[in-house]
T-cell receptor, first 114, second 112 residues
Framework: NAGVTQTPKFQVLKTGQSMTLQCAQD?????MSWYRQDPGMGLRLIHYSVGAGITDQGEVPNGYNVSRSTTEDFPLRLLSAAPSQTSVYFC?????????????FGSGTRLTVV | GESVGLHLPTLSVQEGDNSIINCAYSNSASDYFIWYKQESGKGPQFIID?????DKRQGQRVTVLLNKTVKHLSLQIAATQPGDSAVYFC???????????FGAGTTVTVRA
């Protein structure tokens, strides 16, 4: 049982390049989300999905796209990378049961845009 | 033990002492709260959670207190150990939309 798997772990992009950060979970969780974490700060929500085919914007969605074609996968696309997108990106999935929520986070993707 | 009345970004604690980390949350609609521990180079790890219909919950060496009147959350760690050195985040969620919002973290350093 792998939990939440993020790839790649590290990536360097040039300004203007595009790329996709992959996130997969094997826990059959309905809810998935992407966060970014900048130095010395908490995690900020980029986009989230409450189920396959449904996505919505979080706190900092500009410059990112997502899709959710399956329950398992929730890729994050950077359309035209900018230095301001240098950050550590975390994907999370969650269940909801009886008023409790079980969030599981991936180990992160460290992205540098030069 | 050592405690922080208001949120401070760092906390230094002697090994064996108790630690108290404070957090203020912002959304009155939040009904579920979680404390996470994040070690260097890793994702957040679940420590303990509490629902808004409770004011205290205990785990192994940890206790979370919730004061909804002043929108304040605290995490108490008993007998702090070197392995407790990490950044600790509180997070709030409304069960209406699943969105988890994080507070500013507190870096805990345990002195030997």
């Amino acid at each position: 049982n792998a939990g939440v798997t993020q790839t790649p772990k590290f990536q360097v992009l040039k300004t203007g390049q595009s790329m996709t950060l992959q996130c997969a979970q094997d826990m059959n969780h309905e809810y998935m989300s992407w966060y970014r974490q900048d130095p010395g700060m908490g995690l900020r929500l980029i986009h989230y999905s409450v189920g396959a085919g449904i996505t919505d914007q979080g706190e900092v969605p500009n410059g990112y796209n997502v899709s959710r074609s399956t329950t398992e996968d929730f890729p994050l696309r950077l359309l035209s990378a900018a230095p301001s997108q240098t950050s550590v990106y975390f994907c999370a999935s969650s269940y909801s049961y009886g008023g409790a929520f079980g969030y599981t986070f991936g180990s992160g993707t460290r992205l540098t845009v030069v | 033990g050592e405690s922080v009345g208001l949120h401070l970004p760092t906390l230094s604690v002697q090994e064996g002492d108790n630690s108290i980390i404070n957090c203020a949350y912002s959304n009155s609609a939040s009904d579920y709260f979680i404390w996470y521990k994040q070690e260097s180079g890793k994702g957040p790890q679940f420590i303990i959670d509490i629902r808004s219909n409770m004011d205290k919950r205990q785990g192994q060496r940890v206790t979370v207190l919730l004061n909804k009147t002043v929108k304040h959350l605290s995490l108490q760690i008993a007998a702090t150990q070197p392995g407790d050195s990490a950044v600790y985040f509180c997070a709030e969620l409304s069960s209406n939309d699943y969105k988890l919002s994080f507070g500013a973290g507190t870096t805990v350093t345990v002195r030997a």
